[in-house]
């Protein structure tokens, strides 16, 4: 008998061990699982109704509900291995990202959620600039000549023939609600702009001939460009002249945003921050911080911004000391 009991309770325990595997019990609440977002290359950030939203390489797609401490994975309908490029809100809860494969996402819900409501495998290359303007039109910009314009809040999109020789890729583009008014640009040089709200596009001379990464409206009239070797360009008459605004080196900018007092600030490589406490007429630093290269920047409190980049995300300080847009202290 003594012979038998190790036989006896490996029997037992098998027993039960068999009966706890297949027991129906209730699933464990895991929480979401938690992203390094200081692993991954992040190239769009956003604000949503109550989050951040940041879109980056592999299809990352990243939530955070504590402005920046930390970042969960959104959830996506169909799961997307493209690279996103941008984000953008039109509203508190309406949201699109854009990408490789010409690909388009939607959110309805602060950015928690995203559906697909656009996609070309044969695209050439990525989508690279997205901008809302009135009437629940969107544009949308990419390489190789791509445009892309919604008429219906971004439910459905069609592609826009845009003549220009080559094929330029087209890296940005700017526009508002207030108006019709529209531009885009790209490299080479090219810059289009339109007064109808993107029924009609025409060419814009600027005194630069290389790559166009950002297009930003500051009013009706006054825009600004800014782009490789330290490009910044700026006009007061919707693109018919432009002045070349002085910058110290050919650090090349590629994002860029308004904070709520009004600043301007521009990012680039060689960790370099810039800011414009005059409508972009001119521009200090703020510091080099090594030599990360930053794709974005997205104001979270005063004196407080949040970069992405090629190290992911991280956080900088701003001068507290303010100039008003007249040039006063």
Known sequence: MAQRMPGIVMVVFVTIFAFYAFYDRPT???????????????????????????????????????????WREAHVGKPVEATLTQVLF?????????????LVLRTVDGGKSWTEVHIDKEAPGPLLGICAAGGGRLFVAGSFGQFLMSADRGQSWANVPVDLPDAPHLNAVGCSSDDERAMVAGEMGVVLRSADGGRDWQPVAIPYKGSIYGVMRLSRDEWLLYGMR????????????????????ETSFFGGTRLADGRIVLVGQDGTVVTSADKGRSFQKTGMRGREVYTAALELSPGR?????????????????????????
């Open 28 to 70: 464990p609440d895991y929480r979401p699982t938690a992203t390094q977002a200081d692993k991954i290359r992040v190239d769009g950030l956003a604000r949503g109704d109550g989050h951040l939203v940041a879109v980056g390489e592999s299809g990352h797609l990243l939530v955070s509900d504590d402005e920046g401490k930390s």
């Open 90 to 102: 039109t509203d508190a809860t309406t949201g699109f990202a854009i990408g490789y494969d010409g």
């Open 230 to 249: 330290g490009h910044v360009l700026r006009s007061d008459d919707f693109g018919a002249t432009w002045r070349t605004v002085p910058m110290q080196g």
């Open 305 to 329: 911004i949040l970069l992405s980049g090629d190290d992911g995300l991280s956080e900088a300080e701003l001068p507290r000391t303010l100039v008003s847009l007249d040039g006063r202290s």
